[in-house]
């Protein structure tokens, strides 16, 4: 392939990233919805969502590291870097930067919602511990480093 050709392909697998990143976000700002919301199916649905793009995410990511092995430049963020400066290219730059930008957000955002998730989780098991007779503010930490909590005898209720 001629460097013009490979340029171009470049530029299309990069707009393809930015397209499929940015359908990530929307995917991720869905789930954060579903979780303000509490709502199991919108939940559901968002995970399963999250999983086919992130499929298509990984799959340019491929077909651009390709892209890149096959220029000579490593399959790496710097590589990227060096073939951007080496094509001295406008709309590679742009798309670039704008894919990076888009994964910065993407990633603010998965940790957003797996910070909800955890908050969630938390306030069930301390639900939990105190339907159980379990005292919720006595922890310690077990050999694994995960804190576990204190029983006490007055279990509440049994199923």
Known sequence: MNPTEHIQLMGVTLQHEVEVVSRLMELLLQEREALAAHDAGALEKAAQDKQQQLSKVESWEQERNHLLTSGGYPATQHGME???????NPRLDRLWQQLLSLSGKCHHQNQVNGGIVEAGRH?????????????????????????????????????
């Not at 060096?82 to 001295?88: D, E, I, R």
């Open 123 to 159: 306030h069930i098991q301390r639900a939990l511990a105190i339907l159980r007779g379990v005292s919720p503010d006595a922890e310690l930490y077990g050999p694994a480093g995960k804190t576990r909590s204190l029983h006490l005898p007055n279990t509440l209720t049994t199923a």
């Open 82 to 88: 060096q073939y951007l400066k080496a094509q001295n």
